[in-house]
């Protein structure tokens, strides 16, 4: 900086009047750059890093005019000095995984209808494709929530599981359970107020009462479907009941106000058995987990 002075002072005095009309003007020296600064006629290389920057910018000196003779080429600014190089921050932890409200790996989640349940069930309609000629008897000797039970069970050994036939009081046995014998369960799946199986229910019963008296009538590919909470607690609910005939059941007799007709002679001979449906509701019942 001192030296660049005394070069421009020296040129005005040898012109004796700086800044004269017949003389071209010079190119001041510029001061020393610091890092990242410029200056006329070098430039300082300001250092960089990851994490940081350099220091401070160093300020620029106006060089003056000079009336005679080029001016003295600018200095170079020094070069900038390197920036720290930043920390590396610490990794963030993984998420836990959330639960499954469906019985997988996760286990069942929460709600009214996730739990051991069982509901009695009541024949809202009949629907196709149950025999017409059977609808009538049906309609009469099935006991309105009484004898069938929908039994969600929560726990099985592979997750939630469900089976439908008939319920009564068993010997030995303080709460209400499967008669004249325990069918087996198929898988279900739930939610929070949903319910339904996801496959067959391979054998069962559905209880009827006629003029003689308490029926058991065999079942095969029993299934719920679309079933759901009908209130707030699950007490109370809807669904689609199938389930089929087998043709071994055909000459099982049922008699109605006196008048005795076999299931065959009713819904007509077949020669693969017969399926029923129907709208049914449910309503919460006792039963026997304990002995599951």
């Known amino acids: ?3 660049s002075s005394a070069l421009l002072a020296v040129a005005c005095l040898a012109s004796i009047a700086c800044g ?6 010079a190119t001041g020296g510029s001061g020393a750059a610091g890092a990242g600064g410029t200056s006329v006629g070098g430039s300082g290389f300001g250092g960089s890093a990851s994490g940081g920057t350099s220091g401070a910018a ?13 001016g003295a080429a600018g200095g170079t600014g020094a070069a900038g000095g390197t920036g720290a190089a930043g920390g590396t921050g610490a990794a963030g932890g993984d998420g836990g995984s959330a639960g499954d409200s469906t019985g997988g790996s996760g286990g069942p989640g929460t709600g009214p209808c996730i739990g051991n349940k069982a ?19 049906l309609q009469t000797v099935f006991p309105q929530g009484n004898g069938n039970t929908i039994v969600l069970h929560l726990r099985g050994a592979t997750g939630p599981r469900m089976a439908t036939s008939s319920t009564g009081d068993v010997s030995g046995i303080a709460l209400p359970y499967w008669t004249p014998s325990a069918p087996p369960f198929a898988s279900g799946q739930l939610d929070a107020t949903t319910f339904s199986n996801t496959s067959d229910q391979t ?10 008296g308490q029926q058991f009538i065999a079942l095969d590919a029993i299934r719920i479907s679309s079933g759901q909470s009908a209130n707030v607690d699950c007490s109370n609910v809807t669904g689609v009941w199938s389930a089929h005939i087998p043709v071994s059941e055909g000459s099982r007799s049922l008699t109605v106000a006196g008048s005795t007709n076999t299931i065959a002679g009713l819904a007509g001979n077949s020669a693969s058995g017969w399926t029923l449906q129907a709208h049914v509701s449910g309503t919460e019942t006792s039963f026997a987990f304990d002995e599951l």
Do not use: C, I, N, Y
């Open 1 to 3: 900086m001192r030296r």
């Open 203 to 212: 054998s069962g019963f559905m209880q009827v009462v006629d003029d003689s």
């Open 20 to 25: 004269g009309e017949d003389h071209p003007k």
């Open 119 to 137: 509901w009695a069930v009541t024949v809202d309609s009949w629907d196709s494709p149950t025999p017409s000629g059977l609808l009538s008897t």
């Open 58 to 70: 160093g300020g620029t000196t106006s060089g003056g005019t000079s009336g005679s003779g080029a």
